[in-house]
T-cell receptor, first 115, second 114 residues
């Protein structure tokens, strides 16, 4: 199993550009998550999904969109990039055992810089 | 709102020293508790977790954590740290009733020096 994979690893965007961060898991996990990690701030939940076709906002959803058309994929869309979105983005997934409270498996992250 | 506090931002220890990293949470109900570790340049991985039962939980690489319900705490310990333990450590908490995502603390950076 590859686990949780994310692409790209690094990206530089100009203000106002858009992009999609890709996330795929091959563990047949129902639950998937997007976090951003800023220095000294820990992880903040952006969006999460409890299954295909179902998504919900986390703590910091503004400026982002998600979709979940399949169990495996959970892309994160930035429509109008802003410098405040410079961060490291982590995708994670968890199995259906304990719902949203179960162990999460993280991808390697995408480092995004908006200039 | 549920919050998770990690008291130490950066801890510097010599090899073989003992480690204790603090974690407190604000939620009063039944909780699930986690410690995740992020080694330099790597993604987060689970160190240990507590759902129920024995409040002293043992994890990988010699780490353990103790859940003290009366203190709303879940401190991480290791009797003797190694240089390879240099990493950032995150405490995370979730209610185990209802569908509430994990809330992470801000993390504690551990630097182990020879």
């Amino acid at each position: 199993n590859a686990g949780v994979t994310q692409t790209p690893k690094f990206r530089i965007l100009k203000i106002g550009q858009s992009m999609t961060l890709q996330c795929t898991q091959d563990m047949n996990h129902n639950y998937m998550y997007w976090y951003r990690q800023d220095p000294g701030m820990g992880l903040k939940l952006i969006y999460y999904s409890v299954g295909a076709g179902i998504t919900d906002k986390g703590e910091v959803p503004n400026g982002y969109n998600v979709s979940r058309s399949t169990t495996e994929d959970f892309p994160l869309r930035l429509e109008l990039a802003a410098p405040s979105q410079t961060s490291v983005y982590f995708c994670a997934s968890s199995p259906p055992g304990q719902g949203l409270t179960d162990t999460q498996y993280f991808g390697p992250g995408t480092r995004l810089t908006v200039l | 709102a549920q919050s998770v506090s990690q008291h130490n931002h950066h801890v510097i220890l010599s090899e073989a020293a003992s480690l204790e990293l603090g974690c407190n949470y604000s939620y009063g109900g039944t909780v699930n508790l986690f410690w995740y570790v992020q080694y330099p340049g790597q993604h987060l991985q689970l160190l240990l977790k507590y759902f129920s039962g024995d409040p002293l939980v043992k994890g990988i690489k010699g780490f353990e954590a103790e859940f003290i319900k009366s203190k709303f705490s879940f401190n991480l310990r290791k009797p003797s740290v190694q240089w390879s333990d240099t990493a950032e450590y995150f405490c995370a908490v979730s209610r185990n009733s209802g569908n509430t995502p994990l809330v992470f603390g801000k993390g504690t950076r551990l630097s182990v020096i020879a």
